[in-house]
């Protein structure tokens, strides 16, 4: 648990997670991640989002700790996905005349998961919360991450509370301020944050950055990671780079192989694209490294090329696994180039031509496909994909 002031009446409260594999038991966080709830004590005390469930009972223990006796006043809900309402019937229980802050759906996602709340406030785009010497601001930035997501904004402090926007994987060790810390770590942390959850809603995250940008914000903090307050830009700018599919000239090869002859076809074309000039080129086995990481990748760079073997006449499950990921997320603006390999009858290849055709990212060459050991003449038409990508690339 970190408890750390923020300013003269706001508090931080941090429970760092080291237990979970799985962020929403799909994504994997090897280090961790924090769940932030933040705590104003003014003539009315306000939490601001609540924390997983798991740290319920030290959750409760340290509000009373920071406010004795006190009630809580108003509970505002940013976002309701569990891993910030967790502890919201906990804290209705202890707190019974507890005012429940939001919008029209956010009620409704309160009833569906815990209870019909008695004692609401709905709130609308700039309604305001006087809470004596702080004043709270709301604005809805809906589907980042969810249909009722909003943020508040302390109006004298200039402190953004910002929900799932700009926060992070990774536990916070000591440091909870930008400062504080190597942004070195967070750098891929803060980015599989963006696109694993956030990722599917770039234009909603575009529109949101936009209706965000005449507030005079100098803290941003967020129910993950770190609490931005003195380059604030490091993040603004990724998250506009991002949701704006801004990539570089690079490209990211996948490929599933059983025996390997479909991983050779994937080094001919990789070291085909560096005798081009391209210098960020990823390659990736489907097997060996999760979505979570490759959907980094994809969001950096334009080029896409995907190999897989005919497993049962079918895709290689675990191609398949990214590409159902990459669909579902509804990635935009890519070039694509398609190769694979097969014993007897192929099918590999077949579900990538249909993921092309799903996905329509502009494909620079027609599929190469071998059957078993790589030959001559396949040899050169994956040369000619390679170049095919690299002249696309350099043409954009
Ligand atoms: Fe951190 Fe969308 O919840």
């Known amino acids: ?60 223990d340290h509000i009373a700790s920071l406010i004795g006796d006190r009630q809580v006043d108003y509970l505002v ?26 919008n ?26 006087e809470l004596g010497r702080n004043k709270l601001q709301f604005r809805t930035i809906p589907m980042v991450h969810w249909p009722e997501t909003m943020v508040s904004y302390e109006v004298n402090s200039g402190i953004l509370f910002a929900g799932d926007a700009f926060g992070s994987y990774g536990t916070l060790d000591g440091g909870i301020f930008d400062d504080e810390i190597n942004l070195d770590f967070y750098e891929v942390e803060v980015m599989r944050y963006f696109t694993n959850i956030v990722g599917k809603y770039c234009a909603h995250t575009q529109r949101a950055i936009k209706k965000l940008a005449d507030l005079e914000i100098r803290m941003i903090a967020a129910t993950h990671g770190p609490v931005w307050r003195t380059d604030l830009n490091w993040v603004l700018s990724r998250y506009n780079k991002w949701s704006s599919y801004d990539m570089e000239n690079g490209v990211v090869i996948v490929y599933g192989s059983m025996y390997g002859n479909t991983q050779k076809m994937a080094e001919v074309v990789a070291r085909r694209l560096a005798e081009r000039g391209i210098k960020n080129i990823r390659v990736y086995d489907a097997s060996k490294t999760h979505a979570s990481y490759i959907i980094n990748d994809i969001f950096k760079y334009r080029g896409f090329i995907v190999g897989s073997c005919a497993y049962n006449n079918a895709i290689f499950p675990n191609v398949g696994t990214l590409l159902t990921t990459i669909e579902h997320m509804g990635v935009k603006n890519h070039l694509l180039g398609i190769f694979g390999n097969y014993s007897w009858n192929g099918g590999g290849v077949k579900s990538l031509a249909e993921f092309a055709e799903k996905m329509k990212w502009e494909q620079v060459y027609a599929p190469v496909e071998e059957k078993g050991a790589l030959k001559v003449d396949t040899r050169e038409e994956l040369l000619r994909l390679a170049d095919a990508m690299a002249d696309k690339l350099a043409s954009n």
């Open 1 to 60: 648990m970190l408890q750390v002031r923020l300013s003269g009446d706001i508090w931080f409260m941090g429970f760092n997670d080291r237990r979970t594999h799985l962020f929403e038991n799909i994504w994997p966080i090897p280090h961790g991640i924090s769940y932030n709830s933040y705590l104003i004590i003014d003539e009315k005390i306000a939490l601001i989002d609540t924390v997983e469930r798991q740290f319920i009972d030290d959750y409760l």
């Open 104 to 129: 029209k759906k956010t009620f409704q996602l309160v009833e569906s998961y815990y209870l019909k709340p008695e004692k609401v406030v709905e709130v609308y785009d700039d309604d305001t919360l």
């Open 77 to 102: 809900i940013n976002h309701m996905e569990p891993d910030h309402s967790g502890a919201l019937k906990a804290l209705i229980t202890k707190y019974p005349g507890v005012t429940l802050v939001g």
